[in-house]
Structure formats: C-alpha cells, structure tokens
C-alpha cells in the first residue's frame, strides 16, 4: 500500500487559482524560519525582547569588566605576589599546602598574601 495520499485533480477558475497559489506561497513563509538577519524569532521571549527577562546583560557586562579590572591589578603586583594570589585564590591551595611545597612556615604564606591582597586593594 503506497504511503503517499491520492492526488484528485480540480478545475477552479482563475481567480480561485490565484488566491490558492498565493495561500500555499504564505504557508512556505510561514514554515520557514527568518534567517536572513542571523537571528532567529525564537530568540524573542513574551515580553517583545531580543533576550528573555531572565537575563541580565548589564550584571554579565560589569562582571566581565569587574574581571578585566581585577586581571590588571594583579598584572601590577611583584611576581610572588602574583603566584600567591593566583594560587590561593584561582587555584584554591591552602596556606599549608603552599609552604610545604615551598619549605616556608604557614604563617609566613599567610602575612605573604595578606600584604598582595592590601597592596592589590590600592590598585583597585
């Protein structure tokens, strides 16, 4: 049994004709997504907005540059206190961790820190 439906052949009158031709060219617009502007209408939320509501574009936009600020100042610390603020705050080791691997005293890691994370506090 063949899958496909019967095709019945009509005769309508021209201006039927046309209307029908111009229903079937507006029902493949509608199935076809616009694409034409890199943007897909999915991407509108109920609001009538580019991005849904629950996105915050400014809160990402200020972290980021929060993020570029932060970099910068690190950028102007002395490269040990570079590493210790890298390793204990991006890497999360623990001052004992870091003065056995170095052969320092914990406390010694720890006033290290404290005195790049005030120091990186005026730069910021």
């Not at 080791?93 to 005030?118: F, M, N, W």
Request: with cysteine; proline share 2%.
């Amino acid at each position: 049994m063949s899958s496909q439906p019967n095709t019945v052949e009509i005769e309508v009158t021209d201006d039927w004709g046309s209307i029908l031709v111009d229903l079937d060219r507006q029902e493949y617009n509608n199935d076809h997504k616009e694409t034409r502007r890199h943007c897909s209408l999915d991407a509108f939320n109920l609001d009538d907005a580019l991005f849904p509501s629950d996105v915050d574009v400014l809160r990402d936009i200020l972290k980021a540059e929060d993020a570029e600020r932060l970099h910068s100042a690190i950028a102007k610390l002395e490269p040990r206190q570079q590493k210790l603020i890298r390793q204990v705050f991006f890497e999360g080791r623990g001052y004992t961790d870091i003065a056995r691997s170095e052969g320092l005293d914990e406390s010694a890691v720890r006033h290290a820190t404290t005195r790049a994370l005030k120091k990186l506090k005026k730069f910021l």
